[in-house]
């Protein structure tokens, strides 16, 4: 490992600790401002959809810039965001409207910058001599370590510090990633020319839906579109709403944190695995293991069986969900066109930014109509179909490196 990947895990790792430790201080000093549950849920609800307007815009901006410039740009928006919230809090006060308003600044600070670390992936491989697969694993467990010890550190900030303390070192967080983006080399995501776009409303539009004509006409990035997808709105389900029902009438809410902490030290041990032997097996087969183990995972954790089994269950989950995670990850890196990788990997975590809130509804649904463990059967269902649809899917069956043309070029 060289600077220059070192420089881009490091930088993804303090980006990514700074949006999950954001993600819990900044619900709870909502509540400590206003005091009001629905006002959290409001500010919550309120980001999301310029989250994943931003993310459907913002991937044309960057197959027009240079990657590393729209990675450092992303995450100053974002340390903006949350900084300015104590800054208000000083001077005025803080309310919702605050909260909101500062909130859709940063949606276009948090899924923007995914998407451009995600179209460095193939530059930084290339220039540090790292394989994509190896560069992927790893940006994975390092993803997958800042889950693990994020909401600890949210919640520390939060014991030690006020409300506005707090954001000050989450906005920090995200400042300091910028600054270590800017130790890539300067020629590591520069754009290789491409057609020049016109200023006109219909040439941005036409440059926009290139990007998305190009994912939805091609059936490997729709499989893995709709995979990604699924599995995301199962995971929510389970973390957002299965379990945190399940040990509030068990009166064991504490219990919910070593749930999702085993999760996430099974995706770390799962990208670390595919990180050190990776190679050992052919990407399919690391591919069906992973499908497989999410299955058992999946059907653990949705039965709600007792504690030591539903650890098994989330630790399953998170491996399954780190070598699912590294396969699908180095396969788009490789088979997106770099001129049109940042539309293309923006739709997609636009589209996954919506997956939340379905797997919320649909698990909510489900238990006020009928029970949680009928909604616990339906997410066993829905993830067991899914699998078997990946294993059958004509365009999930050939997942070896691809030729050069769809490289860097």
Known sequence: MNRTSFAYLASHGLSMLGNSTAAVVLPLVVLQTTGSALDAGVVAAAAAVPAVLAGLVMGSVIDRVHRRSASVATDLVSAAAVAALPLVDLVTGLS?????????VGSFGDVPGLTAREALVPHVAQHSGLAV?????????VGAFTMLVGPA???GLVVLLDGSGALWITAATSAAAASVTLLLPRDVGAMSGGPVVGTSPRAQLAHLREGWTTLLRNPFLVSV??????????????????LPVHFTGLGQEGRLGLVLSALAAGMLVGAGGHAVWGTL??????????????????????SLPPIALMLSGAGLLGVAGGLLATVTGALMSERIPDTLRGRVTG????????????????????VEFG??????????????????????????????????????Q
């Open 225 to 242: 579109t709709a995979l990604s997808l699924l599995l995301a709105t199962v995971l929510t389900a389970i973390q957002g709403l299965l």
């Open 133 to 141: 697969d190896r560069l992927v694993a790893l940006r994975e467990g």
């Open 371 to 408: 029970s949680l463990s009928l909604a616990g059967v339906l997410v066993i269902v829905v993830w067991s179909l899914t699998v078997v649809g990946a294993l059958l899917a004509p365009a999930l069956r050939d997942l070896e490196p691809s030729p050069p043309a769809l490289m860097v």
């Open 281 to 302: 097996l052919s990407r399919r087969s690391w591919f069906v293991a992973g499908l497989l183990v999410s299955c058992a995972g999946v059907a653990l954790l949705g």
């Open 96 to 104: 919702v409207g605050w909260f909101v308003l500062f909130g859709i």
């Open 347 to 366: 739709t997609q975590n636009a589209v996954l930014t919506a997956a939340p809130a379905l797997g919320v509804l649909g698990a909510g649904v489900a």
């Open 153 to 155: 550190v949210a919640a």
